[in-house]
T-cell receptor
């Protein structure tokens, strides 16, 4: 069965630290990949997506993610986090059709 | 951007009663709507996928008679938790999609507490 694995459930960083959240999926075919973010008290929203082309995609608020097909990975990165990045981050994979599979989420807390 | 409104945000009910949750796409017509359930510290669990005017497709293990989904129009889907019990207490989230590309627009979620 298809699955999405996020490596860390909780991450605590100080402001200005670099961030990398791991995401691996299990599916051998073509995929669309997503990172969604949920800020405290808000609904889930799209952070960035990969459909095809350049495997390094840039999203909002300075986030980027790299699709490495050979590793079935789509890790999220940000060079310097801010307190306002405190949120829960979900990796998601769509394998065609409407169904999308979500990872368990990573809670990021950034200390001011 | 596409906005999805979910109502109510929180509901407390007695065991045995039914609860209806609404999900509306405010500024677009949603081809498909999804209902998720989220347990603490766990991922979003897809319960069902619904298309306007047709029966919802339920995921394995989800009781269709317990969780009734109605997708009456391109902008409204409802989830009714029938004869709710404490084990149905959870966070329910709806989302809507325009195309088959995986992008979903989420509602704010409904916290259901069954006493």
């Amino acid at each position: 069965a298809q699955s999405v694995s996020q490596h860390n459930h909780h991450v605590i960083l100080s402001e200005a630290a670099s961030l990398e959240l791991g995401c691996n999926y299990s599916y051998g075919g073509t995929v669309n990949l997503f990172w969604y973010v949920q800020y405290p008290g808000q609904h889930l929203q799209l952070l960035l997506k990969y459909f095809s082309g350049d495997p390094l995609v840039k999203g909002i608020k300075g986030f980027e993610a790299e699709f490495i097909k050979s590793k079935f990975s789509f890790n999220l990165r940000k060079p310097s986090v801010q307190w306002s990045d405190t949120a829960e981050y979900f990796c998601a994979v769509n394998t065609g059709g409407f169904k999308t599979i979500f990872g368990a989420g990573t809670r990021l807390f950034v200390k001011a | 951007g596409a906005v999805v409104s979910q109502h109510p945000s929180r509901v407390i009910c007695k065991s045995g009663t039914s609860v209806k949750i609404e999900c509306r796409s405010l500024d677009f017509q949603a081809t498909t709507m999804f209902w998720y359930r989220q347990f603490p510290k766990q991922s979003l669990m897809l319960m069902a996928t619904s298309n306007e005017g047709s029966k919802a497709t339920y995921e394995q293990g989800v009781e269709k008679d317990k969780f009734l989904i109605n997708h009456a129009s391109l902008t409204l889907s409802t989830l009714t938790v029938t004869s709710a019990h404490p084990e149905d207490s959870s966070f329910y989230i709806c989302s809507a999609s325009l195309e088959k590309d995986g992008i979903q627009y989420f509602g704010a979620g409904t916290r259901l507490s069954v006493l």
